[in-house]
């Protein structure tokens, strides 16, 4: 669990949280950052450590396009370079930290760790329901800070049989684990897709669509290496053709809005380690219906944290109880449902592997 995957790109933050009022601190893959906006708006990521003495830069203010050290007040251009010490003339070559590759995109600020010669914007997954007036958006703002490996959250996600112990009462029922899984793989991808047909809705299901009687509804969870997952979930009426073809891995649902019909959400989930026991978690919550309703907004912002902090709950405790065992670690055993995070787990192992030979 010690190693990260350095090219690629992770959620640093929320667009709105990187300002160019005072500089922003997270840490990253063990790697403390500081962000902030230049005079253009652009969002700058330096490592977050004075070269003379080591204070914290985030500590420092933002003057320009420049960040001033707090303690001495050496000051870094945007690409990392000390461009003045004051009392003196001469700036020493050495005096550079370094600068990561951001982008801004689907309203988070994106960061390449590894080689910036290798940083590639295709890369990103397809989250344009972020952006489009089609689909409503509510964010998990601020992100959770999660004591746990960030494995363990790529896990949860890909096991979404976890929602009829976790998620009772909200967005689980008893009937999720007796349907079975599909998995499917790319080259970067892994794929679950599970069919839940003609059975009782969730509560919130019932709540939002004001189902009365069964329905049929979808799973569809799509983890790209090393962290960032797309939920695809939405249901119809039973019987309403759902689920066009008999293939269990055809995954094609008929449109749903709530049109008396059904309704579809994406949920969006950027994974982003901090350290090898500490996450951030952006969650990214799209809907089909009520687009232009605040009050809706609010109502499933409330529901939504409410529910992923049932994961964060799970996960914590999942994480403390397996560094209790660090002296005399316990051997897992796996269960069907295990397969898509156990396929995720030896591509991200396999494209460390490839990084470091190279």
């Not at 490592?47 to 500590?59: A, G, I, K, N, Q």
């Not at 892994?190 to 069964?214: C, T």
């Not at 989930?269 to 500490?278: F, L, Q």
């Amino acid at each position: 669990m010690g190693a990260f995957l350095k090219n690629s790109w992770y959620a640093a933050a929320w667009n709105h949280e990187v300002s160019a009022e005072r500089p922003m601190a997270r840490t990253i893959l063990n790697e403390p950052i500081v962000f902030f906006r230049d005079t253009k708006g652009q969002v700058v990521a330096l490592e977050d450590r004075c070269c003379h003495r080591h204070l914290p830069l985030s500590e420092g203010k933002i003057i320009g396009d420049n960040l001033e050290c707090g303690y001495h007040g050496l000051t870094f251009d945007t690409s990392g370079a000390c461009v003045r010490v004051p009392g003196q003339t001469r700036v020493p070559p050495e005096s550079r930290v370094r600068a990561w590759p951001v982008i801004e995109k689907y309203q988070y600020v994106w960061v390449w760790m590894g080689e910036p010669a290798e940083a590639d914007e295709s890369q990103l997954p397809d989250w344009h329901v972020m952006d489009d007036p089609q689909w409503a958006v509510v964010k998990g703002d601020p992100p959770f800070h999660i004591q746990c490996h960030y494995e363990l959250f790529n896990d949860n996600l890909l096991d979404l049989s976890h929602l009829a112990y976790v998620h009772v009462k909200n967005i689980g029922t008893s009937a999720v684990p007796d349907f079975p899984i599909v998995t499917k793989k790319t080259e970067d991808t892994v794929q679950m897709i599970r069919w839940i047909l003609d059975s009782p809705p969730a509560p919130l299901y019932a709540h939002f669509g004001g189902f009365k009687e069964n329905i049929d509804r979808w799973q569809y969870a799509e983890a790209r290496v090393p962290s960032l997952n797309t939920v695809r979930v939405g249901c119809l009426p039973a019987g309403c053709g759902a689920k066009a073809g008999d293939h269990p891995d055809d995954f094609s649902p008929k449109s749903a809005g709530r049109n008396g019909q059904g309704f579809e959400f994406y949920n969006l989930n950027a994974i982003t380690p901090e350290t090898e026991n500490s996450t951030w978690y952006f969650y990214a919550h799209s809907r089909n219906f009520a687009q232009e309703d605040p009050d809706m907004d609010e109502e499933f912002r409330r529901e939504l944290r409410g529910a992923f902090q049932e994961d964060v709950d799970i996960l914590s405790a999942q994480q403390m109880n397996m560094r209790r065992h660090d002296h005399n670690p316990k051997k897992w055993i796996d269960i069907n449902v295990d397969g898509p995070g156990l396929a995720l787990r030896r591509m991200v192992a396999d494209a460390i592997a490839a990084e470091t030979r190279n």
